[in-house]
């Protein structure tokens, strides 16, 4: 099992361009969420979704989109990239029986 | 706004010497995970906690989750520089794949 897949694993963009980060995950776990880590701020919670078809904001969801249309896949959205947003960006899945399994990241810089 | 407080921020220590690091929050979390980091990487689940007092062990790494339910501790014994990384608390409430991480532990082991 490839586990939790995220892409690109670096990215630059452009103040006030728009991207999205990819998510995907082979384990049919029901839970998928996106943090991002900033240096000496830990993770903090951006959207999660508890199904298909079902999202919710996290702590900083300002700035950023989500949808889930099948339970593999949890992209996230940029509307318009802002240099505030220059992050590394994890995705996480889990299930009610199982804990959370993060992606590697995906290292976002706006210039 | 459920908070976890990590302590210390940053910690360097000699090879062989014993380490706690805390977790404390005026929150009770259903379960409570430890989490190690290491640099370009996700988080890698050590260990859940979820009864009130509970202690697990994983070689020289000691867990121990408050009677409460609101604080952790993670003790490691005779430290080598293997364990070098970032160390994350995070409890977990009943709506679950919604997790409050705290800000992380820098340990640094020196050989």
């Known amino acids: 099992n490839a586990g939790v897949t995220q892409t690109p694993k670096f990215q630059v963009l452009k103040t006030g361009q728009s991207m999205t980060l990819q998510c995907a995950q082979d384990?049919?776990?029901?839970?998928m969420s996106w943090y991002r880590q900033d240096p000496g701020m830990g993770l903090r919670l951006i959207h999660y979704?508890?199904?298909?078809?079902?999202?919710d904001q996290g702590e900083v969801p300002n700035g950023y989109n989500v949808s889930r249309s099948t339970t593999e896949d949890f992209p996230l959205r940029l509307l318009s990239a802002a240099p505030s947003q220059t992050s590394v960006y994890f995705c996480?899945?889990?299930?009610?029986?199982?804990?959370?399994?993060f992606g590697d990241g995906t290292r976002l810089s706006i210039l | 706004t459920q908070l976890l407080e990590q302590s210390p921020q940053f910690l360097s220590i000699q090879e062989g010497e014993n380490l706690t690091v805390y977790c404390n929050s005026s929150?009770?979390?259903?379960?409570l995970q430890w989490y190690r980091q290491e640099p370009g990487e996700g988080p890698v689940l050590l260990v859940t906690?979820?009864?009130?007092?509970e202690v697990k062990k994983l070689k020289r790494l000691t867990f121990q989750f408050g009677d409460a339910r609101k604080d952790s501790s993670l003790h490691i014994t005779a430290a080598q520089p293997g364990d070098t990384g970032l160390y994350l608390c995070?409890?977990?409430?009943?709506?679950?794949?919604?997790?409050?991480f705290g800000d992380g532990t820098t340990l640094t082991v020196k050989p």
């Open positions: 929150s009770v979390f259903s379960s």
């Open positions: 995070a409890g977990l409430n009943t709506n679950a794949g919604k997790s409050t």
């Open positions: 906690v979820v009864t009130g007092g």
């Open positions: 979704s508890v199904g298909a078809g079902i999202t």
């Open positions: 996480a899945s889990s299930s009610t029986d199982q804990p959370q399994h």
């Open positions: 384990m049919n776990h029901e839970y």
